[in-house]
């Protein structure tokens, strides 16, 4: 059994993962997380909290982030098809601002780790999709924030023009608002590796 970094997708700190699945003609079985496993490939931080979303079809959640405590996400799709964005909020960073997206569904097994100082969210493709995510830090309502989506600056090509947001997500700040918070700070760029 394994987990294999799939190198297509490159940005410093996120990195992509695909496991190992066994099937026979009872179903599949497949090791989605396991310590020492993921040490082999760097990453080496405690998940502390895990998540499960269901959303319909055209639903954008995102772009979400948190400081206090910084936490770091390995998410996946259990249930349909969704594309998974990271964007680079360390200040600082080579790709700072920068996107990644990823097309992880419940058939290509991919799983997406973004590292604290990424802001993450997703657009659901499929009529359903659900997502679990595990979390480096317990979540905390007083420092935790939000992206807008459409960031002009940004630029996120997330295929849809009128998704379904939450009241939250529709009036998030821009990057450039966020950037003029001192919390900001609590995302600098340090080189991974």
């Not at 009872?26 to 502390?48: C, H, L, M, N």
């Not at 379904?164 to 009036?171: G, Y």
Request: net charge positive; with cysteine.
């Amino acid at each position: 059994m394994g987990i294999k970094l799939v190198n297509k997708y490159l940005m410093d700190g996120v990195k992509v993962l695909v496991t190992d699945i066994f099937k026979d003609e009872r179903g599949f079985f497949a090791e989605t997380y396991k310590q020492s496993s993921f040490k082999g490939i760097g990453i080496t931080e405690a998940f502390v909290q895990s998540n499960h979303s269901k959303s319909n079809k055209g639903v954008i959640r995102g772009l979400h982030f948190q400081w206090d405590p910084p936490a770091s996400k390995l998410m996946r799709v259990t249930v349909g098809e969704a594309m998974l964005v990271a964007v680079d909020i360390r200040i600082g960073s080579p790709t700072f601002g920068e996107w990644i997206g990823v097309y992880v569904s419940d058939k290509n097994r991919y799983q997406v780790y973004a590292p604290a100082g990424f802001a993450r969210g997703f657009r659901v493709i499929s009529d359903v999709a659900e997502i679990q995510y595990k979390c480096t830090g317990e979540y905390n309502p007083k420092g935790e924030s939000n992206i807008l989506w459409n960031d002009p600056e940004i630029r996120i090509n997330w295929g849809i023009a009128n998704p379904m947001l939450s009241d939250k997500d529709k009036s998030a700040q821009t990057l450039k608002q966020w950037l003029a918070k001192p919390e900001s700070l609590n995302f600098v760029y340090k080189k991974i590796g």
